[in-house]
């Protein structure tokens, strides 16, 4: 890579900034420093310089990279066709993960929304064994239910009241009857008694009263934990979470650990409760424990009171494996889980190939057209180096191979027509040649075609010029001017404007017409200028129809056009437009009737911009005006324009070239317009 004056001078710089930095840094270490503020602003500069550096280097590896066009292609394809399946897996990972997690704590609930509906049976039928069999009776029956509680409760624990009479279980030291529960079916809530979290089933009959509950601790948790597909953790938050969600962050851990839990940033040791999952070490990752999950309790009162209290809050901490969210999700009498995996599985499959299909149709189309534009690159190399005979092989039928076609068309002419002067001017000098070339491609400055009469003037402001005029007469009755600006002067100017010419008669040939012809050759330059930057062009076409008794005008980036109407009035054909060669250029056409006596008026830049010795253009409205009091006579409005040229200028060289072509009826009468 050549090392340019700038990246010398940048490499200077970042290695004096470096050298400060390293100063500094040495500084530091030995003692105080003298000029610590120098150095740390010398440090700051130097770091940004590293980061310009980074992305300044990024964006010559990515120029670099996607110079050929299928690297171009390649990337598209990967953000267009891939980027979108990996925003999806990630999506639909973290869709499923929560969905894992809510189903587990729906499960959960609903689980102990069964706990509670069975004690609740069983404190109903304690209170009518009270009022029918009396007290004891119903302590006794309490005291064999201690014994073989309801599943999934390891232990129940509870209270029976007779009028002042209570009598406890074992355990159940901290539990009470409270004075506002009221008379009724039994109620299931979950409640606190000091800091410690109960679920519990109470309900009255009169002076009878029994409380059914369990302790959510960690010795419930372990027993739960040991039978059921989850694991749970009862978690009191001392802080409360009365008007918030609390912030529960897991990082997960290595293997078979359950890894670091914090609610609300503080660590929660699960360790004693959790413990080593199961089946986590012979059957793969998804049966490790990756889902992990809370669930905040819903309606929670404080046993005493019959309120919720502010604090604290009990928040019930889930863990499980994808897996074993997956069976008890497809649990059934038959084998629902495989004929669901089976069938996702094979829709998988389809899609897949379906979508090599598309990805290999894909391939095929970007090698297709990398290879076509290759082709037309390499043409336009041998082009820029002088090999005017190599010629593009045709081997597409879209508007790659048009482009082709309408290449090689281009480098025949142009090499058709520099044979023809070589041969004629073999001794001239290089720029005589170039302008004998240059006059030798445009037409006659007075000519007749059918009713019309054409008279132009072509003033090249240097040997050789970048304006240029053709008169083409495709069809009897039709005539087609067109007159064009090329940007610049000199030798390749003048060659890029043969080659314009050329690829504007060759696409008339082709039934081209209007802007359909500018967007045509819009195309063919936006191909050149991705290889060989080309100057651009402004370029105005005139169709008349003298049949149709219309002219049709179509410009791009050119100065507007003047219709003089038999009566004498002008209009100005204004058609704003990008000239040619520049990526946003949309060409635009206006067709207006041209009744016979009509004149056309066409005209480069340098005429309105031709400057007089106060460094004053011409303009468009002192040029309106000539042309509003010359007549109908293109040979009178043609001397008028020029001579009013001549007396502004007075003498002094033009700066640009001055093209100006004048179109009427044979033989119109020289009549002043109003």
């Given at each position: 890579?050549?090392?340019?004056?700038?990246?010398?001078?940048?490499?200077?710089?970042?290695?004096?900034?470096?050298?400060?930095?390293g100063?500094?840094?040495?500084?530091?270490?030995?003692?105080?420093?003298?000029?610590?503020?120098?150095?740390?602003?010398a440090?700051?500069?130097?770091?940004?310089?590293?980061?310009?550096?980074?992305?300044?280097?990024?964006?010559?590896l990515?120029?670099?990279?996607t110079?050929?066009?299928?690297?171009?292609?390649?990337?598209?394809?990967?953000?267009?066709?891939?980027?979108?399946?990996?925003?999806l897996?990630?999506?639909?990972?973290?869709?499923?993960?929560?969905?894992?997690?809510?189903?587990?704590?729906?499960?959960?609930?609903?689980?102990?929304?069964?706990?509670?509906?069975?004690?609740?049976?069983r404190c109903?039928?304690?209170?009518?064994?009270?009022s029918?069999?009396?007290?004891?009776k119903?302590?006794?029956?309490?005291?064999?239910?201690?014994?073989?509680?309801?599943?999934?409760?390891?232990?129940l624990?509870?209270?029976?009241?007779?009028?002042?009479?209570?009598?406890?279980?074992?355990?159940?030291?901290?539990?009470?009857?409270?004075?506002w529960?009221?008379?009724?079916?039994?109620?299931?809530?979950?409640?606190?008694?000091g800091?410690?979290?109960?679920?519990?089933v109470?309900?009255?009959?009169?002076?009878?009263?029994v409380?059914?509950?369990?302790?959510?601790?960690?010795?419930?948790?372990?027993?739960?934990?040991?039978?059921?597909?989850?694991?749970?953790?009862?978690?009191?938050?001392?802080?409360?979470?009365?008007?918030?969600?609390?912030?529960?962050?897991?990082?997960?851990?290595?293997?078979?650990?359950?890894?670091?839990?914090f609610?609300?940033?503080?660590?929660?040791?699960?360790?004693?409760?959790?413990?080593?999952?199961?089946?986590?070490?012979?059957?793969?990752?998804?049966e490790?424990?990756l889902?992990?999950?809370?669930r905040?309790?819903?309606?929670?009162?404080?046993?005493?009171?019959?309120?919720?209290?502010?604090?604290?809050?009990?928040?019930?901490?889930?863990?499980?494996?994808?897996?074993?969210?997956?069976?008890?999700?497809v649990?059934?009498?038959?084998?629902?889980?495989?004929q669901?995996?089976?069938?996702?599985?094979?829709?998988?499959?389809?899609?897949?190939?379906?979508?090599?299909?598309?990805?290999?149709?894909?391939?095929?189309?970007?090698?297709?057209?990398?290879?076509?534009v290759?082709?037309?690159?390499?043409?336009?190399?041998?082009?820029?180096?002088g090999?005017?005979?190599?010629?593009?092989?045709?081997?597409?039928?879209?508007?790659?191979?048009?482009?082709?076609?309408?290449?090689?068309?281009?480098?025949?002419?142009?090499?058709r027509?520099?044979?023809?002067?070589?041969?004629?001017?073999?001794l001239?000098?290089?720029?005589?040649?170039?302008?004998?070339?240059?006059?030798?491609?445009?037409?006659?400055?007075?000519?007749?075609?059918g009713?019309l009469?054409?008279?132009?003037?072509?003033?090249?402001?240097?040997?050789?010029?970048?304006?240029?005029?053709d008169?083409?007469?495709?069809?009897a009755?039709?005539?087609?001017?067109?007159?064009?600006?090329?940007?610049?002067?000199?030798?390749?100017?003048?060659?890029?404007?043969?080659?314009?010419?050329?690829?504007?008669?060759?696409?008339?040939?082709?039934?081209?017409?209007?802007?359909?012809?500018?967007?045509?050759?819009?195309?063919l330059?936006?191909?050149?200028?991705?290889?060989?930057?080309?100057?651009?062009?402004t370029?105005?076409?005139?169709?008349?129809?003298?049949?149709?008794?219309?002219?049709?005008?179509a410009?791009?980036?050119?100065?507007?056009?003047?219709?003089?109407?038999?009566?004498?009035?002008?209009?100005e054909?204004?058609?704003?437009?990008?000239?040619?060669?520049?990526?946003?250029?949309?060409?635009?056409?206006?067709?207006?009737?041209?009744?016979?006596?009509?004149?056309?008026v066409?005209y480069?830049d340098?005429l309105?911009?031709?400057?007089?010795?106060?460094?004053?253009v011409?303009?468009?409205?002192?040029?309106?005006r000539?042309?509003?009091?010359s007549g109908?006579?293109?040979?009178?409005?043609?001397?008028?324009i020029e001579?009013?040229?001549?007396?502004?200028?007075?003498?002094?060289?033009?700066?640009?070239?001055?093209?100006?072509?004048?179109?009427?009826?044979?033989?119109?009468?020289?009549?002043?317009?109003?």
């Amino acid at each position: 890579m050549k090392i340019t004056k700038k990246v010398r001078w940048w490499l200077i710089a970042g290695a004096v900034l470096g050298f400060f930095r390293g100063v500094g840094a040495l500084r530091e270490r030995a003692g105080p420093p003298a000029l610590s503020s120098l150095f740390e602003t010398a440090g700051g500069f130097f770091e940004l310089w590293l980061l310009v550096s980074a992305v300044l280097i990024v964006l010559w590896l990515w120029r670099r990279l996607t110079y050929r066009i299928w690297v171009r292609l390649f990337f598209s394809y990967l953000l267009i066709g891939v980027m979108p399946f990996v925003v999806l897996a990630l999506l639909g990972s973290l869709a499923l993960y929560m969905l894992m997690g809510q189903y587990t704590s729906v499960r959960w609930g609903d689980q102990i929304q069964l706990t509670q509906d069975r004690i609740a049976r069983r404190c109903r039928t304690a209170l009518e064994m009270g009022s029918r069999d009396g007290p004891e009776k119903m302590i006794h029956w309490l005291e064999e239910l201690e014994k073989d509680p309801p599943k999934p409760l390891l232990k129940l624990l509870w209270v029976a009241q007779d009028g002042a009479r209570a009598v406890r279980s074992q355990g159940a030291d901290e539990l009470f009857i409270p004075d506002w529960l009221a008379a009724g079916p039994p109620e299931r809530l979950l409640a606190f008694r000091g800091d410690v979290p109960y679920l519990l089933v109470m309900g009255r009959n009169g002076s009878r009263a029994v409380l059914l509950g369990v302790r959510l601790d960690d010795a419930f948790a372990r027993h739960l934990n040991e039978t059921g597909w989850f694991d749970v953790y009862f978690y009191v938050s001392r802080e409360g979470l009365l008007h918030g969600s609390p912030t529960v962050t897991v990082r997960q851990g290595k293997g078979n650990k359950h890894g670091q839990i914090f609610i609300q940033s503080h660590p929660v040791n699960v360790e004693d409760v959790w413990g080593p999952w199961p089946q986590a070490k012979d059957r793969g990752w998804l049966e490790r424990p990756l889902v992990a999950w809370f669930r905040m309790a819903g309606r929670i009162v404080d046993l005493e009171t019959g309120k919720r209290p502010k604090s604290p809050a009990l928040i019930t901490l889930l863990r499980t494996s994808p897996a074993a969210v997956w069976r008890d999700f497809v649990r059934a009498p038959f084998a629902l889980g495989d004929q669901i995996r089976n069938a996702l599985t094979g829709t998988a499959l389809v899609l897949g190939i379906l979508y090599l299909m598309v990805v290999g149709i894909a391939a095929l189309m970007i090698l297709a057209i990398t290879r076509a534009v290759a082709r037309l690159s390499r043409g336009a190399k041998e082009i820029s180096r002088g090999n005017l005979g190599h010629r593009i092989p045709v081997k597409r039928h879209d508007q790659l191979g048009d482009l082709a076609v309408s290449f090689n068309s281009m480098a025949a002419s142009v090499q058709r027509m520099l044979e023809e002067v070589r041969e004629k001017e073999r001794l001239a000098h290089e720029l005589e040649l170039a302008r004998q070339i240059q006059e030798n491609l445009l037409p006659s400055r007075r000519m007749r075609v059918g009713d019309l009469e054409v008279r132009a003037s072509f003033r090249p402001a240097a040997e050789v010029g970048g304006d240029y005029f053709d008169v083409l007469a495709p069809d009897a009755g039709r005539v087609i001017v067109a007159v064009g600006d090329v940007a610049g002067h000199g030798l390749g100017t003048g060659l890029f404007m043969a080659t314009v010419k050329s690829a504007v008669a060759a696409f008339v040939g082709e039934g081209y017409r209007g802007s359909g012809l500018l967007e045509r050759l819009q195309e063919l330059m936006l191909q050149a200028n991705r290889q060989n930057r080309q100057p651009m062009v402004t370029l105005a076409v005139a169709e008349i129809d003298t049949g149709e008794r219309t002219v049709r005008v179509a410009s791009a980036g050119h100065p507007p056009a003047y219709v003089v109407q038999p009566d004498g009035t002008v209009e100005e054909v204004l058609l704003g437009s990008m000239p040619l060669g520049f990526p946003r250029c949309r060409p635009r056409e206006r067709t207006l009737p041209f009744e016979p006596g009509s004149v056309l008026v066409l005209y480069s830049d340098g005429l309105v911009e031709a400057t007089n010795a106060r460094a004053e253009v011409l303009g468009y409205p002192a040029l309106e005006r000539i042309v509003q009091g010359s007549g109908r006579s293109p040979d009178v409005l043609l001397a008028r324009i020029e001579h009013a040229l001549e007396e502004h200028v007075q003498g002094r060289p033009l700066a640009d070239d001055v093209t100006i072509v004048v179109v009427g009826s044979a033989g119109g009468d020289d009549v002043p317009g109003g």
